[in-house]
């Protein structure tokens, strides 16, 4: 069973920096992509980054967050810097896991990053 773990959450001041990591505590499989989502209260959940066989970022974060991944570790890491107020929200990480017949996603329970002053 797959068991993914992220840490690295809390509370920040606006412009500050945190470091996110995700575990995959379970059955250790070699992951297509590893993501990281978030969502924000009263929105729905959105892409932030993907390490996949392409890296990837959304608009809002480009050039601020990294995202990287050890396959070894089976970690990703997401690095967030210059944080701003409408970067909280809970930080989600993703698995995914493509075979020839389907595709499979794995998710982290969450973890909380607030910005504020």
């Known amino acids: 069973q797959v068991r993914l773990v992220e840490s690295g959450g809390g509370l920040v001041q606006p412009g500050g920096s945190l470091r996110l990591s995700c575990s995959n505590s379970?059955?250790?499989?070699?992951?297509?992509?590893m993501s990281w989502y978030r969502q924000a209260p009263g929105k729905q959940r959105e892409l932030v980054a993907t390490?996949?066989?392409?890296?990837t970022y959304a608009d809002s974060v480009k050039g601020r967050f990294t995202i990287s991944r050890s396959n070894a570790d089976n970690t990703v890491y997401l690095q967030m810097n210059s944080l701003k107020p409408d970067d909280t929200a809970v930080y989600y990480c993703?698995?995914?896991?493509?075979?020839?017949?389907?595709?499979?996603?794995?998710w982290g329970q969450g973890t909380q990053v607030t910005v504020s002053s």
């Open positions: 390490a996949g066989p392409s890296t």
């Open positions: 993703n698995f995914q896991k493509r075979t020839n017949s389907r595709t499979l996603d794995y």
């Open positions: 379970g059955s250790i499989f070699s992951p297509y992509a």
